[in-house]
């Protein structure tokens, strides 16, 4: 593909041979002749100078000499999506129908232009809304009611009555309604399973990752609120509830009853106790450990999670631990040495 086109495609300003022939998409740092990459950190802008790449999608304002053609844009990391997309081999879409190797109950009700792949279970009374795809070896289990233009990778398990809405994505591997992590400590110190009885409901336009576990309710419902992004090796325990439109980061832990607003970000690896609340618009920075509720658009770091300025300032202050040993080691010394005087 000519550069050109390229550039006319991204609504960018092209600066540069416009007949250079792209071939493929790549990083700064490793491209080479034929590739287009981008900038869109600053934190790589010195990268640019040394790329080999033939060229490169720079912000508009970029200002510095580069060994290749450029093209201007307003939002290079968009842009680059876009690019990298006219390069893209994408899979052949599933077509409408049921593979031979599937299971499908009689019960089962199935609307115009489902597609059921290889080895798929459909258990009886399930649901399955228009233009849904399900790919290879997943099981619906009963009752499970799902809604249109849902994809479901291979391996995806849903459990008996799971309620997922419209244009929903699960990737490959994760489970939605397994029983919630209960159980009864008797006085010999056995534990004794409590039923998990609930469901769990996903809403519109959710997106789960890979190998995801979302636990159905004890009782009532595990909710995961409209427009909600889920990365990869979460764990949501029963009877979460999570708002619209928040963000799940890979490795998140959330315990049981814990409540999380919308537009909520949960950084990578954090981890929430059970019974609390996260307000609307709050974030939690990486590795922090909640112990208690944050308030709506609070920003909270640390484990146990406090303030995000306060942990800045205390993991500056102990970057200074050394010194100030140092100092107080000469004072005593000092002290010691009038002491003798």
């Known amino acids: 593909m000519k550069l050109m086109e390229i550039a006319e495609r991204l609504a960018g300003t092209l600066d540069g041979d416009g007949s250079i022939e792209i071939v493929g998409v790549a990083g700064l740092k490793e491209a080479g002749e034929g590739d287009i990459s981008f900038l869109a950190n600053p934190k790589y802008a010195s990268l640019v100078a040394s790329t080999k790449a033939s060229a490169v999608i720079v912000p508009n304002d970029w200002d510095r000499d580069a060994p290749c053609a450029l093209i201007r844009v307003e939002n290079s990391d968009q842009c680059f999506a876009r690019a990298a997309a006219l390069f893209y081999e994408s899979p052949p879409v599933p077509l409408p129908g049921v593979h031979p190797t599937a299971c499908v109950a009689d019960s089962a009700q199935l609307a115009e232009g489902v597609s059921i792949g290889p080895n798929c279970t459909i258990e009886a009374g399930v649901v399955i809304g228009a233009n849904t795809v399900i790919q290879a070896n997943c099981v619906i289990g009963y ?85 909600t992004k889920i990365d990869n090796l979460v764990q949501i325990a029963h009877n979460v509830i999570i708002g619209e439109h928040s963000v799940m980061c890979g490795q998140v832990g959330i ?19 059970g019974h609390l609340e996260v307000g609307d618009g709050a974030v939690v920075g990486a590795q922090s450990g909640v112990m208690k509720d944050v308030p709506p658009g609070d920003f909270v770091m640390g484990s146990p999670a406090f303030s995000h300025l306060q942990f800045k300032k205390m993991v500056a202050n102990s970057l200074l631990l050394p010194k100030l040993k140092d100092k107080i080691r000469v004072l005593e010394e000092r002290v010691e040495a009038l002491s003798k005087g």
Do not use: M
């Open 255 to 273: 315990s049981g009853s814990t409540t999380i607003g919308s537009r909520v970000i949960l950084a990578g690896q954090a981890g929430l106790a």
């Open 143 to 227: 009752k499970t009611v799902i809604g249109e233009n849902c994809l479901f990778y291979p391996l995806v398990s849903t459990r008996e009555f799971t309620q997922i809405g419209d244009r929903v994505i699960i990737h490959n591997g994760s489970v939605v309604g397994s029983d919630g992590f209960g159980y009864a400590v008797q006085k010999d110190g056995s534990r004794t399973k409590i039923p998990q009885i609930g469901i769990v409901v996903i809403e519109d336009d959710v997106e789960i990752g890979a190998n995801v576990a979302v636990d159905r309710a004890r009782f009532g419902k595990t909710r995961i609120g409209k427009g």
